[in-house]
């Protein structure tokens, strides 16, 4: 499947939800869950929103990070969905103004 393909999808709740599941990474499912609830989202919105948020403003390193991930990945979709949503978090974290700041204790 192509990247554009992929993010098109990502709109649709039910392939999202799978393809979060697919990621077998319940820590990076739970910041996600987190992250959604935050933003008033199911975290398949989220993964949605996050990665064409990745697509428009990803800087060249983070392109060439996530290339990186792909050409070392047995599974290159999972590997771009999970870059592009830890990318997404780790922006979020970096720019939040709540008490808790950039710590990773926002929120709480």
Not at 29 to 56: I, K, N, P, W
Request: charged share 25%; net charge negative.
């Amino acid at each position: 499947m192509l990247l554009g393909q992929m993010i098109e999808r990502l709109a649709d709740d039910a392939f999202a939800a799978e393809a979060l599941l697919s990621l077998d990474d319940l820590p990076l499912l739970v910041d996600v869950d987190a992250a959604g609830r935050e933003q008033g989202e199911s975290a398949a919105t989220y993964a949605a929103a996050a990665a064409r948020h990745f697509a428009d403003h990803a800087s060249d390193e983070d392109w060439l990070a996530l290339v990186t991930a792909l050409e070392r990945a047995a599974d290159p979709g999972a590997a771009c969905l999970r870059q592009m949503l830890v990318w997404s978090l780790r922006k979020e974290s970096a720019s939040c103004t709540c008490a808790g700041g950039s710590t990773g204790e926002c929120h709480d």
